[in-house]
């Protein structure tokens, strides 16, 4: 039974840092692809950030320098390191994984291809 479970949300002050953590149990990971996702109020879900079975990483424009992913093949766990993070960043944040590999892309993979997804973790920064 695949299952992902968010940690590390809550309420920062505006320039503050979190650390997300998504918890991947019910088989191996290493050669999905993951990702984050947020979504804010009134807003569609955007993705933020994609990591591939090669480490490759791919950044959306609004949170290059700020954020970073990595994965601890190990743990079967995938992080998001938010630094300076702004009001904007307000938003549910979401990790999924998916059994493909976009390396070779320069794009995000479209959220459709991600099957396993986590319930979210609030993230509000104010």
């Known amino acids: 039974h695949v299952q992902l479970v968010e940690s590390g949300g809550g309420s920062v002050q505006a320039g503050g840092s979190l650390r997300l953590s998504c918890a991947a149990s019910?088989?191996?990971?290493?050669?999905?692809?993951m990702a984050w996702f947020r979504q804010a109020p009134g807003s569609q879900r955007e993705t933020v950030a994609t990591?591939?079975?090669?480490?490759?990483?791919k950044y959306t424009d609004s949170v290059k320098g700020r954020f970073t992913i990595s994965k601890d093949n190990a743990k079967n766990t995938l992080y998001l390191q938010m630094n300076n993070l702004k009001p904007e960043d307000t938003a549910m944040y979401y990790c999924?994984?998916?059994?493909?590999?976009?390396?070779?892309?320069?794009?995000?993979?479209?959220?459709?291809?991600?099957?396993?997804w986590g319930q979210g973790t609030q993230v509000t920064v104010s």
């Open positions: 019910g088989r191996t990971y290493s050669n999905w692809c």
């Open positions: 990591v591939d079975s090669d480490g490759s990483t």
């Open positions: 999924a994984a998916g059994d493909f590999d976009y390396s070779d892309y320069d794009t995000f993979p479209v959220e459709s291809l991600f099957g396993y």
